[in-house]
């Protein structure tokens, strides 16, 4: 669980550095360029030689849904949403994770449902005043971006528990390079190249997206989902909520809830320490 700490902890400053610095540049050319930079840091330590074609295609297929489509619908959901908004619509995300895996291994946890619902009613409590009246499109765009993301790592976890002899550093390469196929063929198509030219700040701001983010984030995040069981990877996705907020309110002075955030968070922290207690009780049975 200590990657996916570390990594909520990378992620809370994305949200609030996308809203308040690039969106004035076409979607489709950010989510190139964050992609591209990610998919090139892995280059050099991808494994070429020697690694099963149906494992590579499992994985181009796990990036390019997970993260290239994911990001396309995430990027334009700022244009109808704030930053606490896009957070709060993410409280469905355990649900969704917890559900997909239990597809994928054919088996259904009742108890993990329970603790990842109280996790969406944690997320739920920090926002749930304040919602503006067009927020429709938003959340259809929110909710599609989530389900791209849990079924990217609820399929990653899947996949790398069946291919435990590979190193993950090697063969992670792919998961991003499905991710640059998608968003490449998106920017070709749809992109607006009198949007792309962004300044000295912007740059700084798409290569820590793209390097620190993308390409070190989300290696070390499903790295982690493959260490937790489902229910805590659900879980987790909500941690991002409170961890997001605090950003948005300690450096950009958004105004906030005080009180429904801390209360909000607590109940994240009690659906975790509750998701424990299952996890003896379905061993014990």
């Keep these: 669980m200590f990657y996916l700490i570390i990594v909520t902890i990378l992620w809370a400053f994305s949200f609030s550095l996308i809203a308040e610095y690039i969106m004035d540049l076409d979607k489709y050319f950010l989510v190139f360029i964050r992609i591209f930079l990610a998919a090139a ?13 149906i494992l590579q295609f499992q994985l181009l297929l796990t990036g390019s849904i997970q993260i290239g489509v994911m990001y396309l619908f ?22 969704y994770v917890t559900l997909i895996y239990d597809i994928l291994a054919k088996r259904f946890h009742f108890l993990y449902i329970i603790s990842a619902g109280v996790a969406v009613l944690g997320a739920f409590i920090i926002r749930y005043d304040n919602v503006n009246e067009g927020f429709l499109a938003g959340f259809l765009l929110i909710q599609a971006a ?30 991003h390079f499905g991710a640059f196929a998608v968003t490449a063929f998106a ?6 190249f009198q949007y792309i030219n ?43 909520i409170p961890a997001g ?6 450096i950009w002075s958004k105004v906030e809830n005080y009180l429904t955030l801390s209360i909000g968070t607590a ?19």
């Design 74 to 95: 995430l990027y334009h959901s700022y244009g109808f949403l704030s930053v606490p908004e896009i957070l709060l619509f993410t409280i469905f995300t355990p649900f």
């Design 187 to 192: 920017f070709l198509m749809f992109g607006d």
């Design 267 to 285: 109940v994240i922290l009690f659906s975790l320490w509750l998701h424990t207690k299952f996890i003896k009780i379905e061993k014990s049975v």
């Design 198 to 240: 962004p300044s000295a700040k912007q740059w700084i701001v798409l290569i820590w997206l793209g390097l620190a983010a993308s390409g070190v984030g989300y290696f070390l995040w499903n790295k982690g989902a493959t260490m937790v069981d489902a229910g805590i990877l659900g879980i987790m996705n909500n941690a991002l």
């Design 41 to 53: 840091l892995f280059v050099p330590f991808t494994k070429f030689k020697g690694v099963p074609r």
């Design 245 to 250: 907020l605090i950003v948005n309110i300690a």
């Design 146 to 175: 989530n389900i791209c993301f849990a079924i990217g790592q609820s399929a990653y976890k899947y996949i790398m528990e069946k291919n435990r002899h590979f190193a993950q550093q090697e063969i992670f390469g792919y998961f």
